[in-house]
Structures are given as C-alpha cells and as structure tokens.
C-alpha cells in the first residue's frame, strides 16, 4: 500500500517552521497525500509567508490547541527542546510517531522527555533548506517499515534520503553529509586562495572557484557516472589536472586528509551525546 492510501494518511504536526521546518512543509502542502498527511498543523510563533499564506487559505492549522498527534514533527533547535519537552507532551498519545531533524538528540533522549515509543531521528544538511539537502535517518527499536516508509515521505522535501540507518551510524551520517557543505565552502575558498597566489586578481579567483564547484555539482547531479570515473575523463595522462591530482592525492593528501577530518567530526559527535547525557 502506497503511504498516500487515505486510509493511512495522517495528522501531522509541525514543531517549528524556521529554515528546515518550512522547506518541510512548502514540500508537504504541494502534495499532502503523497507525504502520508490527512491535515497538518503547524506550531510556530514567526511563521515565514508560505506557512501564513496556507494557514490564511485554510490549508494549514497555525498554532491550533494541543492534541495528540499521528505524526509530531520536531523542527526545533535542539537547545529549545529540553525546555519545551513538558509543553510538548501535550501533543503526544500512545500511537503518536515522533520524527525529529533535532541534532544529536538520541532516540531514548526523545522517548525518554516525550514518553512516546515511535521515534525516527533524522540529520538534514542546509542545502535541505532548498531542497537539495542529504538527509540519514534512524528509528526506535518500536518502528516498522511502516514508520521507515513514513519517514522517508516526510524527509524528501528535503533532498535525498537514506534510511533507515543504525542509529549508532548516525555520528557517521553527521560527520559526512551534515557537517560536509563546510567541506565544500572550504574546498571553494582554498582554490580561491591558490588561485590568488597563482596570480589571478581576487574577485576573479573568487568567481572561477566558485562557479567551478558549482558546475562540478551539477555534472555529478545530470549524470550517474561515479566520482572517479568523472575525475579520470578530465585527466589527460600528463597532463596538468595529472600534476595536480598527483599533489592531492599523495599520502597524506586530500583522500587522507579527508578520512581524518570525518573521525574527527565522528568522535566529536561521540563526545556531544556524552556530553547531553550527563546533562540529562
Ligand atoms: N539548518 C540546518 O542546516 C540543519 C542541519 C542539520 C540539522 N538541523 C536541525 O534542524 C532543526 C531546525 O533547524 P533550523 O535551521 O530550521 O532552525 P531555525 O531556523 O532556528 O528554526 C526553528 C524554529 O522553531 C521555533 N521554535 C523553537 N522552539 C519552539 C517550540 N517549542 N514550539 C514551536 N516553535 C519553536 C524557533 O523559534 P525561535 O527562533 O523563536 O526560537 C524557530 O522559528 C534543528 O534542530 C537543527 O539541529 C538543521
């Protein structure tokens, strides 16, 4: 059965409508079915025009009186939750599936201030704000493929999804899609900075990094080639990209330079959850 069948469509709650919360639900409002939602209520104090416009045509439920929810949407910032869990409550019932995007929050840290069972924890990245995003998710030991196929239909106006994941492979997820856009940005700002030092004028080393990743972005998304085998097709044996390439990809260079960064971010997401349990 198709997660838009009606008698499976649900009534979901929005918790926060900032940056992700309303990429969420401009995807949802164009196709409620197809994301598995019968109405949608959305509780936000600074709702930005899409979720004001819907809630004036009807199609939204702005900051309505708390009932339990079959669906309950976490889009908060994770600092704002523990303050918020008590007031949160009155959303929850006994079938209410909860799906956060919170950062870092465990499942048995949700299960734990919600008393609620059905859980998905999600990581987004910012593209997701455009739609462009990569999102991993995990559940709770209580969900099926029902919440699995659920999730998944509320994560994509977000980009990508992938999931369900272990959720002890969430720090991963972190360290290479959340955390990877600064990657990136860096990328653009140190082939700027050797442009610079190669002679170019800054506005025009600025310009041609940064355009350069986004066209390189745009081939990995127009085609289905891997990686490698789009980097091999602009590298003529000899050639100039050949030196380059020879410098990054040394030992000790980009691809392990890479693999360090990523252990880093994973064990520093490691050391916040520790962190947040204690302070629990
Ligand atoms: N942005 C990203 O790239 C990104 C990436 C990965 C994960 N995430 C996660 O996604 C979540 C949302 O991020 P965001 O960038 O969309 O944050 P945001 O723009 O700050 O949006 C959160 C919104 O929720 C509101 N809010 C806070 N507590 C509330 C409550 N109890 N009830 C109703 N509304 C409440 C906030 O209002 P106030 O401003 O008044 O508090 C704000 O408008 C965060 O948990 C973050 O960890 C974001």
Redesign the pocket.
């Known amino acids: 059965m198709a997660a838009s069948d009606a008698s499976r469509l649900k009534h979901a709650v929005l918790?926060?409508?900032?940056?992700?919360?309303?990429?969420m639900a401009r995807g949802w409002l164009g196709d409620l079915a197809g994301a598995g939602i019968s109405r949608l209520s959305v509780?936000?104090?600074?709702p930005g025009d899409d979720v004001r416009e819907a809630a004036a045509s009807g199609h939204v439920a702005l900051n309505p009186a708390p009932e339990p929810a079959d669906l309950l949407i976490?889009?908060?910032?994770?600092q704002?939750?523990g303050?918020?869990a008590d007031?949160?409550k009155a959303w929850v019932g006994p079938q209410t599936f909860v799906v956060?995007?919170?950062?870092?929050?465990t499942t048995a840290q949700i299960s734990a201030a919600l008393g609620c069972e059905k859980i998905a924890r999600a990581?987004?990245?910012?593209p997701?704000?455009i739609g462009m995003?990569a999102t991993g998710f995990a559940l709770s030991e209580a969900c099926d493929d029902d919440e699995a196929e659920m999730t998944s239909a509320l994560l994509e106006p977000l980009g990508l999804v992938v999931g369900p994941l272990k959720e002890s492979q969430m720090d991963a997820v972190t360290a290479v899609s959340?955390s990877g856009?600064a990657y990136v940005f860096l990328l653009v700002e140190a082939l700027a900075a050797a442009g610079r030092a190669a002679g170019l004028h800054e506005a025009d080393a600025n310009a041609l990094a940064r355009e350069t990743i986004i066209g390189a972005g745009a081939l990995l998304s127009e085609f289905a080639e891997a990686p490698a085998d789009m980097r091999q097709q602009v590298t003529s044996p000899g050639g100039t990209t050949a030196a380059a390439l020879d410098v990054l990809m040394a030992p000790g260079g980009m691809p392990d330079l890479m693999r360090k960064a990523v252990e880093a971010a994973v064990k520093r997401g490691a050391e916040l959850a520790k962190e947040s349990e204690k302070k629990a």
């Open positions: 918790i926060g409508a900032g940056r992700m919360g309303s990429a509780v936000e104090l600074a976490l889009a908060i910032k994770p704002s939750f303050g918020s007031a949160l956060s995007i919170m950062a870092g929050l990581m987004p990245n910012t997701g704000a995003g959340g856009p």
